[in-house]
C-alpha cells in the first residue's frame, strides 16, 4: 500500500479513484473547501485523521478507519459504498451513512441526523448514537451494546437483531418487520405501531402508548412503565412481569401480566385476552 502521512488535502477530489492507500494523520481541511476528498476508491485504510470537508468517502470500495474525527462540517460522509469498518471514531455530521452495504462500526461516537438510511448488513458495537430517524428503510443490522438518542428510530427496517441496547427515542420500530429486541431497554413514546413480526424478549419498555396496529407481536417476559393504552388493535402473545397502567382493545391473542390499572374493552373487533395471573 502506498502511505500517505502528515499532509493536509483541502482541494476537491484531492485523492479521486485512488486504491491501496494507507492515510495517516492527516487533515481534510483548509480554505479551498474542496469536496469529495476520497470519492470512487478502494482499498482505502485511513487512521487517526481529520475530516472536516463534505462528502469523503462516497462509491468506495474497502474502506477501513480508525481513530478519526469527522466533524459536524463532514455532511454525508459515506454514501454509496460497501465493505466497510469503523473503530474509535467520531461521527458527527448530518447524513453521515447513507446506501451502504457490509457496515462494521464499533466504539463510535455518532451524532448525525438522518443517519443510516438505506443500509444493508451493518453490524454496530458498543456505541452511542445521537439523531432523527435513524437507520430508516434498513436490513439486516446486528446491534450490540448501542445507546442510542434520538426520534423516529428504525423505522422501516427489516430482519435485524438488537441486544443489549438503550434506546431513548420516539415512534421506533414503526413498520419495522421481522425483527428481535432482547435484553434492552426501549424508552419512548408510541413505540413500534404497525409493525410485524417484531419480538420483544426481556426488554424494559416505558412509555406511553406503545405496540399498537401490529401483527404477530411477541413479548416474553417484559418489564412495562407507564404504559397506558397498550396493544390497541394488535395481534400480539405477551408475558408481561410487571403491572400494567393500560390495556385497551388488543385485537387478537393473549396477554399474560400479574395486574392492570384498566383493562379497555369496548370495541367489537378486540378479540384479544388480558388474563391476570
Known amino acids: ?8 488535502f483541502d482541494m476537491e477530489r484531492a485523492l479521486y479513484g485512488s ?12 480554505p479551498a473547501d474542496g469536496e469529495s476528498a476520497c470519492k470512487e476508491c478502494s482499498d482505502i485504510a485511513v487512521k487517526n485523521c481529520y475530516f472536516n470537508l463534505r462528502y469523503p468517502f462516497w462509491h468506495d470500495h474497502g474502506l477501513a478507519i480508525e481513530g478519526s474525527e469527522l466533524t459536524e462540517l463532514c455532511r454525508a460522509a459515506l454514501w454509496y459504498s460497501d465493505h466497510i469498518e469503523i473503530r474509535d471514531t467520531k461521527l458527527h455530521g448530518i447524513k453521515a451513512l447513507r446506501e451502504c452495504s457490509d457496515v462494521t462500526l464499533s466504539g463510535c461516537d455518532v451524532i448525525s441526523p438522518e443517519f443510516g438510511w438505506s443500509v444493508h448488513r451493518m453490524r454496530m458495537q458498543d456505541t452511542k448514537l445521537q439523531g432523527e430517524y435513524v ?3 434498513s436490513d439486516h443490522l446486528t446491534f450490540t451494546g ?11 427496517i427489516e430482519d435485524s437483531v438488537f441486544d443489549r441496547c438503550v434506546f431513548r427515542t420516539k415512534d421506533a420500530f414503526w413498520h419495522a418487520k421481522n425483527v428481535v429486541v432482547k435484553n434492552s431497554v ?11 413480526n417484531v419480538t420483544f424478549d426481556h426488554c424494559k419498555i416505558i412509555g406511553t402508548q406503545p405496540l399498537c396496529y401490529c401483527k404477530g407481536l411477541k413479548l416474553v417476559d417484559c418489564e412495562m412503565e407507564e ?50 395471573r
Open 1 to 8: 500500500m502506498t502511505r500517505i502521512e502528515h499532509e493536509t
Open 227 to 276: 404504559t397506558d393504552l397498550s396493544f390497541e388493535k394488535s395481534e400480539v402473545e405477551a408475558t408481561i412481569i410487571t403491572d400494567v397502567v393500560s390495556v385497551k382493545n388488543p385485537r387478537l391473542g393473549h396477554i399474560y401480566l400479574p395486574s392492570a390499572g384498566e383493562i379497555i374493552m369496548d370495541d367489537p373487533d378486540a378479540r384479544g385476552e388480558v388474563i391476570v
Open 19 to 30: 486504491a491501496q492507500l494507507m492515510i495517516s494523520d492527516c487533515r481534510f481541511d483548509g
Open 186 to 196: 426501549v424508552q419512548g413514546e408510541y413505540l413500534a405501531w404497525y409493525c410485524e
Open 135 to 137: 437507520m430508516m428503510r
Open 146 to 156: 448501542v445507546e442510542l438518542d434520538g426520534k423516529y428510530s428504525f423505522q422501516y
